[in-house]
């Protein structure tokens, strides 16, 4: 590939907020990536208005500051017309350099609503082999966003593959994720709060126990490049740094770019650029994969990996203080606890406190927390931040604000917009498949069985009507091995296959003569993606389970692909590459509130399966009704010690999935 722009790759800062956005132009980050105040990957952030955004973009602009807006969010199908709204306004009233999807339908909702900037396929999007990358220039994306996960010889087998009009952005610093981007479902089967809408409450970040130990046995330790940073700058289709950090305070972001900047083109100043990564109040951090001849594991810590620069310890919860490990400034705000505790707390210094000195914390804290409870800095208001922060605002404020009307007409993602397929009065009876991870056993009343190919090291042939299944993760190394068993399984007459992630179907070159569905892990949540899987050469979808009862029941109508859905399934909360040295594989773990689960491994990839089914057995004729012409159970090998619960297991079926 030949990159369009130059080989230095561009620095991409996180803003969560107006003074984070001012905070990464003052610290010359080359892009700024925010969301909107919906269909964000980060709903917890502020985030930003459209009205916002013109008048920040603008700033920007007159810095040589790119704006990208982060638009990752699934849609459901109630949605599309207010997404077609928001999207033209975007295109009306902004600026913006380019939009970050993880959806196929945004693709052509974008371009229908007028906006002719970049579409950046998201990390969450799961693009994680090196035919994917053609598979989403196709589809019409300029940048795809690799994981977080990928170690430097990935990267480069990604870059090598990578088409000509197609660039990579890679993570270069901050939090790490125990499950991958696009993989996660454990928000959302604990609580109803989907990872894959932004709304993700961090469950893997809490205390689990299995038998007798009690631990944060999924809490990562943050991922940084810092020095090994400079093995990317070879790679010049990896044209963009990306920062994680939406949540972020100001301080963090400002003194991250200025560190990799200085990593980046200054790399003789390395012990400056570390030390504005120690100031900027991360949690630990790690090198991760990145080095493939040196794996850290983020999982195997001793430190503590709350958000924030740990500090110290509470003594004496009766009159509660901490000794502090760093000097403590007026302002600087402290967290106490971690989230999921009953005292958690935030605090404001409010006299300046030297290091090794006492902290005393608030009054309410007496009695109620416990002793040895971490505390971390997670803000601080630093002058030399404040004052260029004054400045920019004061540009800002010079800037006429916008009035965005509203968009009256119902366009391509509305109702009057979307193609509808005819279906009988009364349907025909579905599809019943039976899913084993192993060869694939025929159960009675099953007309299919399928077998995810992946088992026994992609040595099991399969056998007659057998479906073949591709895993949700596919990564480099792989792809050769899945390639050789796919053209092994045509060659024989294979012609049923399901997809994990829609940059597989690369791998089947001309479709025409076999029947391809995408899976339940593509996260079809709407017509409009449906569709577009079908432009792709798909020939049906099974759509994601994690829908509420509304969206299921729309979804068939209005799809041009004929649509399946899991009925029962031991669905994983979390797919990984990862698992804690203290974590036993096979053996059951429970959360405080006694929600049980047990971590099982494929090949190179860790599930993490709940001790209950999900099972929409019962809303079978409801489903047929609406238009399902298959319908799938995913069964997997239950460990002796693993008691599995007798549990309704409607997932969001009754809930508004959020």
Known sequence: MTPDIKSTPMILAPAGDKNAFLAAVAAGADAVYCGLKIFSARMEAENFSIEDLARL????????????????????????????????????????????????????????????????????????????????????????????????????????????????????????????????????????????????????????????????????????????????????????????????????????????????????????????????????????????????????????????????????????????????????????????????????????????????????????????TPVYIIDRKGKELEIQISELEKKLDAIPPISVRPVKETGPGGKKGRPRRSRPQKPAAPYEMNVFRGRAKPGKGYRDTGMWISSGGYGIKPQGRTWLWLDPLLFPEEEILCQRYVASAVKKGAKNFVLNAPWQIEMFGQPKNLNLWAGPFCNVTNSRTANALKSQGFSGAIVSPELDKENFLSLPEASSLPLGVVTRANWPLAVSRIISPDLYIGQPFFSPKGEGAWTSKSNNTYYTFPNWMLDLSKQKEELQQAGYTMFVTLNERIPKGVKMKSRPGLWNWNLKLL
């Not at 990593?263 to 400056?272: F, H, I, S, T, V």
């Not at 109040?281 to 080095?291: A, D, I, P, Q, S």
């Not at 503590?304 to 760093?326: A, D």
Request: charged content about 30%; overall charge positive; some cysteine.
């Open 57 to 372: 973009t603008e700033l920007a602009h007159s810095k040589n500051v790119k704006v990208y807006i982060a638009f990752n969010s699934i849609l459901k199908e109630s949605e599309l017309e207010k997404v077609a709204r928001i999207l033209s306004k975007i295109a009306r009233y902004t600026d913006v350099d380019a939009l970050i999807v993880q959806e196929l339908a945004m693709v052509n909702l974008a371009r229908q609503a007028g906006f002719e900037k970049e579409l950046h396929l998201s990390t969450l999007g799961n693009c994680t082999h090196p035919l994917g990358l053609e598979a989403a220039a196709k589809a019409g994306f300029s940048k795809v966003v690799l994981p977080r996960e990928f170690n430097i010889d990935e990267i480069k087998a990604m870059a090598e593959a990578a088409p000509e009009a197609l660039s990579l952005e890679v993570f270069i610093h901050g939090a790490l994720c125990y499950s991958v981007s696009g993989r996660c479902y454990w928000s959302s089967w604990f609580g109803g709060k989907s990872a894959l809408r932004g709304r993700c409450v961090q469950p893997c970040r809490r205390m689990y126990q299995q038998k007798d130990r009690k631990q944060r046995h999924f809490s990562c330790m943050d991922f940084s490049a810092d020095v090994l940073a400079k093995v990317l700058k070879g790679i010049p289709e990896v044209t963009t740094w990306k920062i994680e950090g939406r949540k972020k305070s100001p301080h963090y972001v400002y003194y991250t770019v200025k560190a990799y900047r200085l990593l980046r083109d200054d790399p003789k100043r390395k012990k400056e650029a570390l030390s504005y990564l120690d100031y900027a109040m991360g949690r630990e951090f790690t090198h991760y994969n990145l080095l493939t001849q040196r794996v850290i594991n983020p999982l195997e810590h001793g430190s503590e990996t709350g958000s924030g620069l740990f500090l110290g310890r509470v003594k004496n919860p009766q009159e509660p203080y901490f000794i502090t490990r760093e000097e403590l400034f007026t302002g600087d705000l402290l967290r106490i606890g971690y989230e999921d505790d009953k005292f958690h707390d935030i605090q404001k210094v409010t006299r300046a406190i030297p290091k090794k000195g006492k902290f005393f914390l608030s009054k309410k804290a007496r009695g109620r927390v416990r002793k040895g």
